[in-house]
């Protein structure tokens, strides 16, 4: 963070210091104890079953609703003073900003986004909300010039908050998807909440379109308009899946062409990618340049897709960050596509989607529908019996238990759910008992 005392802190956010004004602050700010950083600020939020505070004594300084018997900026509302505080730092600062939202696909986006510009500060996982956009701006340098942010929503008005907060040159817009329609109420105030983003552009902005989601495509924004997918400005054509489905395919923009290689599996990364590209080219990286850093990203964020292979043969597909319709039909797909050419069985194990309202039961028994039209062996329901399909299981013991049983080699199993549903603990445990796993290095064409 730039150095910032707690009397500035204080001016900033409304509060009061308690100890030391002259105090500065030169770490990031950060809400787990146990990542104190040096000279970092602590931000003690009260939540219903933890309350920061009590963690507090061996911070170098504190943000918080009362005092802490450390340097304390004392402020009604810690939440609202860190979205000030982070605010207070981008107008300091002025970098450039980058901002992706999205019902799916938002990080490993903002991943690729993030490797295409290097030097640039961005978001870690996917820390996308009125906590995690501040503590992200919060890491900017005096000297930062572009900052990259994953902004995630789940109601009408938040993403506005977020940039308020941030405000946004480059705005790229993914989709409009059923995640979260439980808590948006709808499609369309689910596309009403993700159109904040372009609409806070500057008119010198770039808002970065879904050409292929007609609800994305016709957000208004006062911005030049880029757009990205097989009918967008930026494309791709020439697309070819290896055997663990990891997309080669020739990025086009403007008639020029340039040859990438993804290390992702599957075929959805491809729009991930170009919508990361279309974003680059808006800040002036060229088309060339960007063909040959995506072809070099070789991790993007954790539980996703993350392929490992076993010395039986086994390859586990642990895609267990989250889970909504279609993100669970793309997985659904890219397992069909690595098993297809094995002499083993496709097996899916699947938890809960969440936050699907009114329509959860059609969807699960949608998915099971899709699963068993794409000639997926086995699906395991774990905790989800509305998927309506192969073996139900009540709790992820059981359905390890069955695993381990049943499993044998050159079996491909894809584990997906929302976090919630835990179903990563199952995937660790397939990687960790079943047998010795061995990296992803197949690197056939």
Known sequence: MIPLSLADIAAV????????????????AYL?????????????????RVDGHSFAAHAYAVLGSRPTGRPTVVVPDPVAALGRLARHVVRAV????LAVTGSHGKTTTKDYLAALLPGAVATEGNRNNELGVPLTALRLRPDSDLLVLEMGARGVGHLSYLCDIAPPRVAV???VGSAHVGAFGS???????KGELPAALPGDGVAVLNADDPRVAAMPTPARVLTFGERGDVTWRGLHLDRLARPTFSLGHAGIWHRVRLHQSGAYQVANACAAAAAALAVG?????????????EEVSPLRMAVSHHADGLIVLDDTYNANPEAMRAALRTLVSIGSGRAGRTIAVLGPMRELGEASASAHAGIGSHARA???DVVLSVGATAYASG???SDIPSAVHWLREHLGPEDTVLVKGSRAAGLDALSRDLRLHLSSPTPATDKSA
Request: aromatic residues 4%.
């Open 94 to 97: 002025a970098p450039t900003v």
């Open 187 to 193: 499609l369309d105030l689910t596309a009403t909440a």
């Open 285 to 297: 990286v060229p088309l060339d340049t960007i063909a040959q850093r995506l072809s070099t990203v």
């Open 173 to 175: 817009v993914l989709g």
């Open 32 to 48: 787990d104890s146990r990542l104190a950083q040096p000279g970092g600020l602590f931000v003690a939020v009260a939540g219903d």
């Open 374 to 376: 794409l000639g997926v």
């Open 391 to 393: 073996i139900g299981f």
């Open 13 to 28: 956010t409304g509060g009061t210091v308690s100890g030391d004004p002259a105090l500065v602050v030169t770490g990031p």
